[in-house]
């Protein structure tokens, strides 16, 4: 599957940014339905990190402390589309963010990714 991951970009400290990532291909024999997403993000000098996860229906959802109540990820089965809604930004979640595929959405938190998406950039000036 190929991952394309779009909707970065500079923006102030408390805005919000909708981050989109499109899926084509099958992964595994597996149409986008059948699998998990998730975004992870890595600032420079840092390890990259899991954000959030959401399960094939989009029923279960996982987030990581730092951005929990403000984040919220999203997918549409039928456009093949996992959105991360992202408010009130703060400058430490400046990263270059990735969406990733995986088994389930415990194992995007767990970090165990089939497949990685090409980054896109979050700027965040305070």
């Known amino acids: 599957v190929q991952l394309q991951a779009s909707g970065g970009g500079l923006v102030t400290a408390g805005d919000s940014l909708r981050l989109s990532c499109t899926a084509s291909g099958r992964t595994s024999g597996r149409t986008f339905s059948e699998i998990a997403m998730g975004w992870f993000r890595q600032a420079p000098g840092k390890e990259r990190e899991f954000v959030a996860s959401?399960?094939?229906?989009?029923?279960?959802?996982y987030y990581s402390d730092p951005v929990k109540g403000r984040f919220a990820v999203s997918r549409d089965n039928a456009e093949n589309t996992v959105h991360l809604q992202m408010k009130d930004l703060k400058p430490e979640d400046a990263a270059v963010h990735y969406c990733a595929a995986g088994d389930t959405a415990q194992a995007l938190r767990n970090s165990r990714v089939w497949h990685w998406g090409q980054g896109t950039q979050v700027t965040v000036s305070s």
């Open positions: 959401i399960n094939r229906s989009g029923t279960l959802t």
